[in-house]
């Protein structure tokens, strides 16, 4: 801030009294521009916001910084949509349009999200608790690493080793690896089954058979 207070300082000085509103306005609006650029090649979307928007301020009109607010609000969008939070990121496509409305990648996200909104719908009406099964399942997915670890250890002191055991307990290890990835799949499956359908059994357990299916994935 007091670099940026200085470099105001400085045009101040430089520029003409008669030109001076238009010539500061000007200035304040290149700087601020700058920052959002250097902010949102960075990933920095929330300063980048910032910036654009305090350059909107004292140049409504401006197409530099337009453009700016609308590329960093699609970003947000994006990134909204990316962690399950589609009416936030509904709100955030309609702020890019007030600066880019013929904005052909804002066009094509609102279509995906629309579509991905009318999904969710049917998910939830055909399995309420998807969320919750889906989480346990990320989880044990995760849990799959350690074992893959073990197995990649054994090897890497079996170089240095040239012990076989090295290898007998990567084997073992593949093993338990493998029994368990054929489990998750097995649930993996049963998830996707009441996913489309939210059909299952008089246990409450998966149908074997697929039903007729209200949302056909591939």
Do not use: W
Request: aromatic share 6%; charged share 25%; glycine share 6%.
């Amino acid at each position: 801030m007091n670099r940026f207070v200085r470099m105001l300082a400085l045009a101040l000085l430089l520029v003409p009294a008669a030109g001076c509103a238009g010539g500061v306005t000007d200035f304040i609006v290149q700087q601020r521009n700058a920052q959002g650029d250097r902010a949102l090649n960075r990933g920095n979307l929330s300063d980048a916001q910032l910036s654009y928007r305090l350059a909107l301020q004292v140049s409504p009109d401006d197409v530099h910084a337009r453009a700016g607010m609308a590329a960093v609000q699609l970003k947000i969008a994006a990134a909204l949509y990316q962690t399950s939070k589609i009416d936030e990121a509904v709100a955030a496509l309609a702020i890019a349009e007030k600066y880019d409305p013929e904005s052909v990648r804002l066009a094509e996200l609102r279509t995906e999200i629309g579509e991905a909104r009318v999904k969710r719908e049917i998910v939830v009406s055909n399995y309420p608790t998807y969320s919750e099964t889906g989480r346990g399942l990320r989880r044990s997915y995760l849990g799959l690493r350690t074992q893959t670890a073990t197995i990649v250890k054994a090897l890497e002191r079996f170089d240095y080793t040239y012990d076989s055991q090295e290898l007998t307990k990567a084997i073992r290890a593949s093993q338990v690896l493998n029994g368990e990835v054929t489990r998750l799949s097995a649930r993996l499956a049963a998830y996707r089954q009441l996913v489309e359908s939210g059909s299952t059994d008089r246990n409450g357990e998966a149908a074997l058979a697929p039903a007729a299916s209200l949302l056909p994935l591939p």
